[in-house]
């Protein structure tokens, strides 16, 4: 069983950082693909950012230049620095581990919010 665990999220102003981080328990993190969603209000969760387990990484084109995920498999976390941030950005974020091992399952975290405003 995989546990996931966000903190780091919060009220800025725009134009400020943050960064999330999501910590995972389990061995199978270190050969697994990380992923980072959103969910606006009102909104479906979409996908903004993921990692593989080599460090190749994908960004969803509205945070290409403004986030970069990372991940420390020694401490089983995934981050996701977010840069230049925008009122649009304001989301609950969630991590999210495909199984490597079995592909019907994945794990989600709780959700972080991040409150972008003025």
């Known amino acids: 069983q995989v546990q996931l665990v966000e903190s780091g999220g919060g009220l800025v102003q725009p134009g400020g950082s943050l960064r999330l981080s999501c910590a995972a328990s389990?061995?199978?993190?270190?050969?697994?693909?990380m992923e980072w969603y959103c969910q606006p209000p009102g909104k479906q969760r979409e996908l903004v950012a993921s990692?593989?387990?080599?460090?190749?990484?994908y960004y969803a084109d509205s945070v290409k230049g403004r986030f970069t995920i990372s991940r420390d498999n020694a401490k089983r976390t995934v981050y996701l620095q977010m840069n230049r941030l925008r009122p649009e950005d304001t989301a609950v974020y969630y991590c999210?581990?495909?199984?490597?091992?079995?592909?019907?399952?994945?794990?989600w975290g709780q959700g972080t919010q991040v409150t972008v405003s003025s």
């Open positions: 999210r581990l495909p199984d490597p091992l079995v592909p019907e399952y994945e794990y």
């Open positions: 389990g061995s199978i993190f270190s050969i697994s693909a």
């Open positions: 990692i593989t387990r080599g460090g190749i990484t």
